[in-house]
């Protein structure tokens, strides 16, 4: 007995039995042929888990194959992208992206023009095709999940028993949000922090007639154009006062809060928001809001994004990973998302059925975010446009919280873009 | 039964090849790769890319020399960024040096109910950053916060404590300082549990006043826990950025970016790991001479006290 419980013998027991434990699974696995890929998956409300689950469920049906999948918010979704990318890693083979940052990935997601018929490509909205796609190369670096666009939500109680109409144009939205602020209320909020500010500002800029580069891709941004839509953002908190003082603190989810508690009378916001002001578990205002279109000036242009898929072009799993994706962006998918997220569908035709089958309020809003759909714009995707965003956050911040004037904070942001621009490769 | 058989036929161990100091690297070596694995490998391979263009969205690299260190060195936001570090580090420090031993010179007399306020104590250095950031992100919320209320209550206006450049680098502050004061009590406390009795009560037999007690004896006394406790928060203040990410994103404009919180910047979002990476050594840099510095200043004293 004591022989055979020697320290030799356990240790080599061990060792052989820690060695099996590790050997056995993928023995298993590849005796059951299952195929399986990794995905790593945008979340941020209580429903997304149940959405992937889902999907997975219904792809594992349909085609047998296991998506194993990660979640995490779109913040350190994003962090972990880049960090995956940098590193060149295989880890997952599908990525939940989005066009915000998707001109970082254009070398690490796979390119996917050659998967889809051009049919079938034809029927993703152009604008968020367009982002999505390399413009040096011409090359689509992921397939559009949803549209992203916003539309004013305003408190139609409030603002019947004030006989006011929500504001059309950038002078009514001063007029009608002073009239309504006061009391502990403010008439307006918008977010004044790190990209959302970004948002907020380039549909100012769209607005106001200017744009982020001019025909020879050099910043344009600080045009008297540019100048005037910082101006007016700032002046709405500082001039005007009708946004709370601490919206330079405030993102989506500060400016969503602020209009569902009550606190505030308008807002600009994602489709996400229908789902949330409707939701007696999230909102304080349910059945006393209304939809009414974005705000204009010269233009009526303003952001149209898009949450969207990409295959990892370092992926061992293509194939699998190509099926996974055309599943989440299905006609079938696209209508589930509608209907548990109220995201708008990236296919048009799947958008058109939504928009006729809406009825009432629903379809008041649908029309409004159509609307912003076909006037949206984006910032453009060129080397080094990452760093001139991250730069863009601390030149609006500055402005919006009166350390430089919006024109010197502006210059200032140019100058360092354009040089950015320039290391990246823009000009070459 | 189990026969006990002899090692070695002469009863004693063969004789290894190798000498005591080779055997002892070798007993070491599994941890020494693994050190080298997950620390050292990960220092090396981002100090390499520091002198490279290491941006995610170019397919190859591009050696650049020490222009990333110039670049960072002359950057706007890099300047931003080591003033509020800085700033952020030297009010940090002096203010929970200041409390820490005041509140531990307290805890440290014979006074009542002193063991719950050790064991309360006890709570901020336990609670992750994270926590305290979100936490202090509401009680500083103008609209519904905590200490607005207060003055408001007091008819007192409002303070914008984290949409206002200078009191957002205050609040960051005033976070921090909650969290890691009672660390430095500790410490402290301890410091003054060890003091020997004898030139204390040799003080007192002499009349010295409480303060020429402190400032003569227990002072002196207590200088290595001192040193010790500086270095150690020294290394967190170039480490801080749960706190303030959570807090103010660095934000507004730039107003409470310190240094981590600028590399994190320039990594995730401009997805410029080249400059990141530059940040970060020059960051190491300058703590490795504060500590250098600090430990030199002790050496120094002796040397003039001898």
């Known amino acids: 007995m004591v022989a055979r419980l020697s320290r030799r013998r356990i240790l080599s027991g061990s060792t052989a039995a820690m060695v099996a434990s590790g050997v056995a699974p993928r023995l298993t696995r590849a005796a059951g042929d299952v195929t399986e890929i990794r995905a790593l998956l945008i979340t941020g409300s209580a429903v997304y888990p149940k959405y992937w689950e889902t999907l997975t469920q219904q792809f594992k049906a349909k085609t047998g194959i296991t998506v194993s999948y990660d979640m995490l918010a779109f913040t350190p979704l994003t962090s972990k992208e880049v960090t995956l990318g940098a590193a060149r890693s295989s880890q997952y083979d599908v990525y939940s992206t989005h066009t915000a940052q998707i001109g970082s990935f254009f070398n690490y997601f796979e390119p996917l023009n050659q998967y889809f018929s051009a049919s079938e490509l034809a029927d993703f909205h152009p604008v968020a095709m367009k982002y999505l796609t390399d413009p040096k190369t011409g090359k689509l670096a992921a397939i559009p999940r949803n549209v992203d666009a916003r539309v004013q939500y305003y408190r139609k109680d409030v603002y019947d028993a004030h006989h006011l109409q929500p504001a059309k144009t950038w002078d009514e939205l001063v007029t009608v949000s002073q009239a309504l602020t006061g009391d502990g209320h403010y008439g307006l909020v918008v977010p004044g922090q790190g990209d959302p500010a970004q948002r907020t500002f380039s549909d100012l800029l769209w607005q106001a007639g200017g744009d982020w580069v001019d025909d020879k891709n050099l910043p344009s941004f600080n045009s008297a154009e540019g100048i005037q839509a910082l101006t007016y953002y700032r002046d709405l908190i500082h001039k005007y006062k009708v946004v709370p003082s601490d919206a330079v603190t405030y993102q989506w989810t500060e400016n969503t809060s602020e209009f569902a508690s009550g606190a505030v009378y308008d807002t600009f916001n994602w489709p996400s928001t229908y789902a949330i002001l409707a939701n007696p578990d999230t909102s304080k205002v349910v059945g006393k809001w209304a939809t009414a279109p974005y705000v204009r000036n010269k233009t009526a242009i303003s952001c149209a994004v898009s949450h969207a898929m990409a295959l990892n072009s370092l992926s061992k799993k293509k194939d699998a990973a190509l099926e996974f994706i055309k599943h989440v962006v299905s006609p079938d998918s696209q209508m589930l998302a509608f209907q548990q997220f109220t995201y708008f569908p990236s296919r048009q035709a799947v958008a058109k059925s939504v928009i006729s089958s809406a009825q009432g309020q629903q379809a008041e809003w649908l029309g409004h975010l159509q609307t912003t759909i076909d006037n949206g714009k984006e910032w453009p995707k060129l080397p080094g446009f990452s760093k001139v965003c991250t730069l863009m956050y601390g030149a609006i911040e500055r402005a919006l919280s009166n350390q430089m004037s919006p024109a010197d904070s502006l210059n200032q942001a140019a100058k360092e873009a354009h040089q950015a621009m320039q290391q990246a490769g823009a000009y070459n | ?306």
């Open chain 2, 1 to 306: 039964m189990a026969v006990a058989l002899p090692l070695h036929p002469r009863g004693r161990r063969p004789r290894s090849p190798l000498t005591t100091r080779q055997q002892g690297y070798l007993l070491a070596a599994p941890a020494l790769l693994i050190m080298i694995a997950i620390f050292v490998y990960p220092l090396a391979y981002s100090f390499v890319m520091s002198f490279f263009q290491w941006d995610l969205s170019a397919r190859s690299t591009t050696f650049l020399g020490l222009a990333n260190y110039a670049d960072t060195l002359t950057s706007p936001s890099f300047d931003q960024s080591l003033r509020n570090q800085i700033i952020f580090s030297v009010v940090s420090l002096t203010t929970e040096v200041v409390a820490g031993m005041s509140i531990a010179l307290l805890l440290n007399s014979k006074l009542r109910g002193l063991r719950i306020a050790r064991t309360l104590l006890l709570i901020p250095p336990m609670i992750a950053p994270a926590v305290v950031g979100l936490n202090f992100r509401w009680l500083f919320n103008t609209q519904y916060g905590l200490f607005d209320a207060l003055l408001r209550t007091a008819g007192l206006p409002p303070i914008p404590w984290l949409s206002d450049p200078n009191w957002a680098l205050a609040s960051v502050i005033i976070a921090d300082v909650w969290q890691n004061t009672p660390l430095l009590v500790l410490l402290f406390l301890a410091g003054l549990q060890s003091v020997p009795q004898e030139p204390l009560e040799a003080a007192a037999v002499d009349g010295a006043s409480a303060w020429r007690t402190f400032w003569e004896i227990i002072l002196p006394l207590l200088r290595p826990v001192i040193f010790v406790a500086l270095m150690l928060r020294i290394i967190d203040t170039f480490r801080t950025f749960d706190v303030v990410w959570l807090m103010t994103q660095g934000g507004p404009g730039g107003a409470t970016t310190l240094i981590t919180v600028n590399a994190y910047l320039l990594a995730f979002q401009s997805v410029d790991f080249g400059h990141a990476a530059a940040v970060s050594y020059i960051a190491l840099i300058i703590s490795l001479l504060l500590m250098g510095a600090l430990y030199g200043v002790p050496r120094l004293w002796r040397t003039s006290a001898a």
